[in-house]
């Protein structure tokens, strides 16, 4: 039965992620046409606005999976039944912070987008502010129910549950944005799907599991252990919110709504982009666990991290050739002609994220060693200071230019992390950079050619897009064929035999 679990809730993982991707790829220019630039502008800055509140969270719910498993394992229920009620306690606490500090933003709504807001848009944020600050104050608790349930290793039925809720809400959207709903609907709806996957979630909890939450005696350790537990991912919530979605909120101040959705579009194409890389990272960390454990050499620990790094850079460099040769006509047909910068967005934002999601195995032993911290001071630093800067340049120079801040930023943190993975992570860097150069050379050739050529071909084009992209898929499939290891090989092999249209080349 646990095997079915783990091995259906990987596969409906990778259902989630392919739905979340394609899907969003067909709804987002359908919502950006529909409500028009200046409105999903406002519908994008007032989510990240209110979302940026989603890191009270305090890492809680990845807190939950972790305690609920470990007390389920030693059998402890008493154990377990106070874990939960000390857990709801401090949730009840989050929800009435939440809310305050929501209830302040909202009356401080006026005062820091005077200058860029209508008063029509005005009136529709303060909506949006409400039901968004009534949503999170009941999703941060309700969301503890979904990490009890894979805390006791049942990932089915909450999975499809959320797949039922994003198929169901997709479909939705499309027909209220049909008869004429605003951003405020959309709003509307996705509380209500937020509700329902709560109360399925709350079912499965206690009537198929069988959870109980009692308060057997309060306990002050308990609360410093689940506090000490969350505080890094915390920290790592907060630089993802400072890093993307806080840009939203100081463009908003500057600059209209119609440049905040370009922006958003920027983004939604970056996150994109790095789902590719968190469907392979995450499997490992287990593997990244047991070698740790077993204390393996550093030769053969390298090895790993060299091989499971390759094969996310073959796929995360392909899809950034790619990207780059043909995003401008990809971003004109998906969204528009007037969101062209979000391709120089997007492609500065992949350059940035590729050496950190190809590394990420890396991170994993980082984590089995309990060694988060240094990273998490590390980025929690190097963040703040690229967001003050990046206000800075945003104000003095433009949108673009705060991007590359950031992406600089980030660069500076892969290379500070090069010494300390060697230091404590017992890692062979330098071996590890002259094995993956290849794969950046191949990728950095093939797009010099598709530039070139791009400038003797018509654009705006999907034909030529679509030959464009199959060219280039064509090249970078014998480039890389050419500097493959025997390992990735056999793994395209394998996937080329099970592929009809390739299976008679292999």
Not at 262 to 284: C, D, K, Q
Not at 388 to 411: A, D, H, N, P, S
Request: proline share 2%.
């Amino acid at each position: 039965m646990k095997f079915n679990q783990l091995k259906g809730g990987a596969a409906l993982s990778y259902v989630i992620i392919f739905l979340t991707n394609i899907v969003g790829l067909v709804l987002t220019p359908f919502i950006i046409r529909s409500l028009g630039s200046a409105e999903y502008g406002l519908y994008t800055m007032i989510g990240a606005l209110v979302g940026y509140m989603s890191v009270l969270d305090f890492g809680l719910n990845n807190t939950i999976v972790r305690f609920v498993a470990k007390y389920k394992a030693e059998g402890d229920k008493k154990g377990e039944e106070n874990f939960l009620a000390h857990s709801f306690i401090m949730y009840f606490c989050i929800s009435i912070l939440v809310t305050v500090l929501g209830l302040i933003l909202y009356y401080n709504l006026e005062s820091l987008y005077s200058e860029t807001l209508t008063a029509d848009q005005f009136d529709k944020a303060k909506v949006m502010m409400l039901l968004l600050i009534f949503n999170l104050a009941v999703s941060l608790p309700g969301g503890a129910f979904g990490g009890i349930c894979y805390g006791y290793e049942e990932f089915i039925l909450p999975k499809i549950t959320n797949i039922v809720r994003y198929v169901v809400r997709s479909i939705l959207v499309v027909v209220i944005l049909l008869y004429g709903a605003d951003s405020v609907g959309l709003i509307i709806l996705d509380t209500i799907m937020n509700l329902l996957v709560i109360a399925v979630n709350i079912y499965i909890a206690f009537k198929v599991l069988k959870v109980k939450i009692k308060l057997h005696k309060f306990d002050k350790t308990l609360f410093t252990s689940i506090l000490g537990f969350s505080l890094w991912l915390f920290v790592f919530a907060i630089v993802h919110q400072l890093r993307w979605q806080f840009g939203q909120l100081i463009i908003g101040l500057y600059y209209s709504t119609s440049i905040v959705a370009i922006y958003a579009v920027g983004i939604t194409l970056g996150n994109y982009y790095g789902a590719f890389s968190s469907a392979i990272e995450s499997v490992f960390l287990p593997r990244a666990i047991q070698m740790t454990v077993k204390n393996i050499p550093k030769k053969e620990l390298t090895a790993t991290f060299i091989k499971i790094s390759r094969i996310i850079l073959i796929i995360l460099l392909y899809i950034l050739g790619a990207f780059v040769i043909v995003g401008k006509d990809f971003v004109y047909f998906w969204v528009g002609e007037e969101y062209y910068m979000a391709y120089y967005y997007a492609v500065i934002i992949m350059v940035g994220l590729t050496p950190i999601l190809s590394q990420g195995f890396a991170n994993n032993i980082l984590e089995a060693k309990n060694l988060l911290a240094y990273r998490g001071k590390l980025l929690l630093g190097l963040t703040l200071m690229g967001t003050l800067i990046g206000i800075v340049v945003v104000q003095k120079m433009g949108v673009f230019e705060m991007i590359v801040t950031t992406v600089i930023f980030m660069l500076i943190e892969r290379g500070i992390m090069f010494f300390y993975y060697i230091k404590k992570a017992n890692l062979d860097m330098l071996r590890y950079y002259k094995e993956i150069f290849p794969l950046f050379i191949n990728c950095f050739l093939i797009i010099i050619v598709g530039l070139v050529c791009n400038n003797y071909l018509p654009h705006k084009s999907i034909f030529i897009l679509l030959l464009s992209a199959a060219i280039y898929s064509v090249l970078y499939l014998i480039g890389s064929v050419a500097i493959m290891t025997k390992y990735e090989k056999s793994l395209l092999k394998l996937v080329a035999v099970k592929t009809p249209f390739l299976r008679k080349f292999f």
